[in-house]
């Protein structure tokens, strides 16, 4: 692992992503439209955690949305790379394609939890009133999340060839993880085959994550979710990596 080339695209990635500022900006629409419109519509609702509105019952899940969304987004970059004369450049030089693999990966994961900062501070204010202590754990659980999911997204982009296919594969991948992770309902009363899919998926357990700093109470225990996060860590890095290890540039 050579470590100077990692800081060398960790920056670079970050210099692209602090030039596209409508980027910041658009990828909070959705997340804030399900808490202000949908959260405040259904606010007659009940909700499943005792002493908090649907409001905030849904602002883990939707936290855990920032990061899906923007972690595994990050994939399309790595198809305009592709088309570029920089991955030719990265790929002759004398770096491991693992080295490669992880740069990128730090470089996705920066946007995710920069998004996911202007979230919490936006829900500190008007949504959940959370303590110092609250916002720290929320952003450090985020790191091993935004990494699996940035890993995905990655994994997807270098097997791909365009960026239309990119789209279609995250469209049928992103919305399905986050409707089943039960980022908008309790998974403890929802159908069987929807508990069962929500196991599978490594959304759930970043929501239930959440919502035991945030809330108190979460469907597993921390060390369920942790311990299931590690994993998926784990399982997107080897499939990650074997990827990048067949990459090549493309015209």
């Not at 980027?23 to 419109?37: A, E, G, M, T, Y």
């Not at 987004?73 to 770096?95: C, H, M, N, Q, S």
Request: with cysteine; hydrophobic share 55%; net charge positive.
């Amino acid at each position: 692992m050579n470590f100077n080339a990692v800081w060398a695209l960790l920056l670079r990635e970050a210099k692209i992503f602090f030039r596209e500022k409508e980027r910041i900006i658009s990828i909070l629409i959705s997340p804030l439209l399900f808490l202000f419109v949908m959260g405040k519509g259904m606010s007659g609702g009940q909700s499943p955690v005792a002493g908090y509105t649907y409001q905030q019952f849904i602002f883990p899940g939707i936290l855990a949305m920032v990061i899906l969304f923007t972690s595994i987004t990050y994939g399309l970059y790595i198809i305009w790379d592709k088309r570029l004369d920089f991955l030719k450049e990265v790929l002759a030089a004398p770096i491991s394609r693992a080295t490669l693999f992880f740069g990128k990966s730090l470089g996705g994961m920066l946007g995710a939890l920069i998004e996911t900062l202007l979230l919490l501070v936006i829900g500190a204010l008007f949504i959940l009133p959370m303590g110092p202590l609250q916002v720290l754990l929320a952003l450090a659980a985020a790191f091993p999340v935004a990494y699996m999911i940035t890993n995905l997204g990655l994994t997807i982009g270098a097997r791909m060839k365009s960026m239309e296919g990119f789209g279609l594969v995250m469209s049928f991948l992103t919305w399905p993880m986050f409707f089943f992770s039960g980022a908008l309902f309790d998974l403890s009363g929802a159908a069987p085959y929807i508990r069962a899919v929500s196991l599978a998926n490594p959304v759930t357990y970043a929501v239930d994550l959440m919502r035991i700093i945030m809330l108190g109470q979460g469907h597993f225990s921390a060390w369920t979710n942790l311990a299931a996060i590690a994993v998926f860590c784990l399982l997107t890095t080897a499939v990650g990596v074997a990827a990048f290890g067949k990459l090549q540039q493309e015209k």
